[in-house]
């Protein structure tokens, strides 16, 4: 029986092919190809500046670091995530306070970020879940009202757009993340991008990356670096790099075959699932329905040849971060929401004949 699970990459000759001339150019790493992948970052984005990094965690903890978060700082994230969006406040010492998810998008809710506001927020990290944006324009104007960054976790959200705007612009925010790990829309195996339209934020994410090394005026010619603040190694190499443009020429079509997908399951399945608000026009990069008894449909779905996901459990339940404090009950609708979402097999390589054989199997284990 051919098996499905929730997510998986699409690789075909072309990026092997330009794989192998970067394994057989001068560089591996700190070469031409870093450079190529983030022009083209740009390129797609209109963003002024992309610093490409070995991973979006790494990315979301030099952004934190750049926008000066320290301890006694407050940032509000979504609880409906991936621990990333919460840890990176905590590796540089700030606190994290959740802001309950709207009920049909399961993404963050601008009034409950107004609820979580305190004297000692900095920063605000909105997380486009399964790759439809955030109300940006809502979070903007909240965070200008309020003197506060605005980092946008868009692991799930490259080839998405907001009011016409590809997420990864940063029209409305001062730094924007993206994911290319195997399962998100694009992949470099691991890795990550750090975009931003600001000079200042550029050059800081640009030396944090690179152990807080800079080489400016006269130490560009000769054998002189100093190192200014402490940064980290968190570069992307050559060899990723090549997989990240050959893979970003694909986006719009691998945007167009998940939004068809996403269109079939509506249409076939008709399970409740996330809506899409006006402003948005997502690049899926999940398809979660909403089920009763989740763990029987999940354990049967298994049997069924179908390994689908559970996307996510809220981050405040964990042990480490009950062991700061927070507690069960913190956001009524992730919790409501976690208990029933389960997510379905969704990426380009599938053909109608798989989706009519997924459906069939989804039906047949359903009550
Ligand atoms: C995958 C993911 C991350 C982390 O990405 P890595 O590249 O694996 O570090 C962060 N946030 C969200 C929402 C994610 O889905």
């Known amino acids: 029986m051919k098996t499905y699970s929730y997510g998986k990459q699409s690789i075909d000759w072309r990026d092997v092919r330009e794989v192998v001339r970067t394994l057989r150019s001068n560089f ?43 301890p006694g700082d407050e940032v509000i994230t979504s609880p409906i995530t991936f621990l990333s969006s919460a840890n990176c406040a905590r590796f540089v010492g700030a606190t994290v306070s959740f802001a309950d998810v709207e009920a049909d998008t399961a993404n963050i809710n601008p009034g ?18 399964a790759g439809q944006s955030c109300d940006m324009e809502r979070i903007h104007s909240i965070a200008k009202q309020h003197g506060l960054i605005v980092i946008e976790d868009a692991a799930h959200a490259i080839g998405s757009a907001y009011k016409g705007n590809r997420v990864g612009c940063c029209k409305y925010s001062d730094m924007t993340v993206f994911s290319f790990h195997p399962v998100k829309t694009i992949t470099t195996g691991e890795g990550g991008a750090v975009m931003t339209n600001d000079e200042g934020l550029y050059r800081k994410l640009l030396a944090l990356r690179a152990h807080g090394m800079h080489k400016d005026g006269d130490m560009a010619h000769d054998w002189r670096y100093e190192m200014r603040e402490l940064g980290y190694n ?35 399945l008709a399970l409740p699932h996330l809506t899409e608000r006006e ?51 913190e956001c009524p609708n992730a919790e409501a929401y976690y208990e029933r979402c ?10 109608n004949a798989d989706l009519r054989e997924i459906i069939r199997r989804i039906k047949s284990i359903l009550p």
């Open 28 to 70: 591996l790493t700190c070469g031409p190809k870093v450079r190529e992948f983030e022009q083209a970052l740009c390129d797609y984005t209109g963003a002024k500046y992309a610093v490409a990094v070995s991973n979006a965690t790494a990315g979301l903890h030099i952004a934190a670091m750049a926008a000066g978060l320290g």
């Open 342 to 351: 389960i997510s379905l097999p969704l990426y380009p390589s599938l053909t």
């Open 234 to 268: 968190y570069r992307l190499t050559d060899i990723q790099a090549a997989l990240g443009v050959s893979q970003l020429r694909k986006l719009e079509r691998f945007k167009q075959r998940r939004r068809e997908i996403v269109s079939i399951y509506n249409e076939q």
């Open 112 to 129: 409950e970020i107004e609820k979580q506001i305190t004297d000692k927020t900095r920063a605000i990290i909105p997380v486009h879940l």
């Open 279 to 329: 402003f948005s026009n997502a690049c899926f990069h999940l398809y979660p329905v909403l089920v009763e008894n989740r763990r029987e449909f999940y354990e049967r779905a298994r049997k069924a040849g179908l390994n689908l996901q559970v996307l996510y459990i809220p981050v405040y339940t964990q042990p480490y971060y009950r062991a700061l404090g927070h507690v069960a009950g």
